[in-house]
């Protein structure tokens, strides 16, 4: 495993975090964590050298700080990794009370303290609001206290609002999205840049776009792929073109499986600061062009539109249609659709916009439903 020096304290810190978003489930209930092939899976990640676990409230509906919290608690190693997790902000009101809300993560993740906690998915209205609320005086009570260590926040808005959140001065580390396809979406390279300038350390979140670069090599792509001679899978290339960034300090992955383990692990100990070859990057640029070319809907699986009261699994919709679209494959996609229950699919939308109004992506959800039943039904 390689490390990298984070923060004004040279903490040492595995350039992959695992990403407590995306664990294994039960009966293809998000909210049922397979708890024992998840503690199998992220002990062998630190049975490997990783010591940063990211998690937060609303992953697999509030259940993943609770298994994070009781696996370490059964495994004795609390003191062995660094913890993440982030203050929920979503539906602020008078009510909100951001004391009350760390103690109840801190029961639920069974520990004295927080080592990076997060103020989560600020946007605009987001950090508009939490200062109205006194948010300052928050963050200096608990780092006084001692609950939480480094204070930070993930970020999903436009780059002039996150220069405006890193000038603000108060925080030890910031989280964003970022990709080789989307060096120019929310902060992006520039933002990476501009954070490193202030001394601000990265964590960065989605390098695999939510599973998207990590497609099978076939038709197309196979072709571009084979031109270039690169004997790298799509994940791992993705990966080492962040860690390739002397900027990019943690790599957050969202793993589901055990050989999505072994490989980011293998990926992790090898790929470094400076690594990325030429044939490597211009494979990427090719990649990048024609899937830019082919992908409509730039959905990434986060899953915050979880609660629709249709249940419609919206990324699982999006993700059918973009596979239509990318591979040209709509019968393999119509297939994929057609195993969704009949009142869970598009047409079972009601409008509503709960989706909308909680998508990182700022997708026009209601719309793109409409679009792919009419193309999968």
């Not at 990324?315 to 596979?323: E, G, K, L, P, S």
């Amino acid at each position: 495993m390689l490390y990298r020096n984070i923060g004004k304290d040279n903490l040492k810190i595995s350039q992959l975090g695992f990403g407590c978003m995306r664990l294994p489930i039960l009966d293809g209930d998000f909210s049922k964590i397979d708890t024992d092939y998840a503690a199998e899976m992220v002990q062998k990640a630190i049975d490997s050298g990783v010591n940063y676990l990211d998690t937060a409230w609303p992953y697999h509906d509030g259940n993943s700080e609770l298994f994070v919290g009781d696996f370490l608690e059964k495994t004795g190693q609390r003191k062995d990794v660094f913890l993440a997790t982030k203050l929920p902000l979503f539906g602020l009101d008078e009510t909100t009370n951001f004391y009350d809300i760390l103690d109840t993560q801190l029961k639920k993740l069974k520990t004295d303290y927080i080592d990076f906690y997060m103020l989560h998915g600020l946007d605009e209205w987001k950090w508009n609001t939490v200062q109205e609320m006194n948010v300052f005086d928050f963050i200096k009570n608990v780092k006084e206290n001692g609950k939480v260590r480094n204070l930070g926040f993930s970020f999903h808005d436009n780059l002039e609002t996150f220069k405006n959140i890193c000038d603000s001065g108060v925080f030890d580390f910031c989280q964003i999205q970022l990709n080789y396809m989307d060096e120019n979406f929310q902060a992006g390279l520039e933002g990476l840049e501009y954070a490193n300038k202030l001394g601000i350390p990265v964590i960065v979140m989605e390098p695999i776009k939510g599973g998207k670069l990590a497609f099978d090599l076939k038709g197309e792509l196979k072709n571009i792929w084979d031109k270039y001679g690169v004997e790298l899978s799509p994940a791992q290339l993705a990966l080492k073109y962040l860690w390739n960034r002397p900027e990019v300090g943690i790599i957050l992955s969202g793993m589901s499986t055990m050989d999505q383990v072994v490989e980011n692990l293998d990926s992790a100990s090898r790929f470094d600061i400076g690594a990325l070859t030429e044939e490597e990057s211009a494979l990427i640029n090719e990649v990048r062009t024609y899937l830019i070319q082919k992908t409509e809907i730039d959905c990434t699986a986060c899953k915050y539109c979880s609660d629709c009261p249709q249940n419609i699994k919206i990324w699982d919709v999006f993700t059918n249609y973009n596979n239509y679209k990318i591979y040209d494959d709509l019968q393999g996609s119509r297939m994929g659709y057609s195993r969704t229950p009949a009142d869970r699919r598009a047409d079972a939308c009601i409008e509503c916009g709960l989706c909308e109004s909680v998508c990182p992506q700022n997708l026009t959800i209601i719309e793109y439903l409409k679009t792919c039943h009419e193309a999968l039904a």
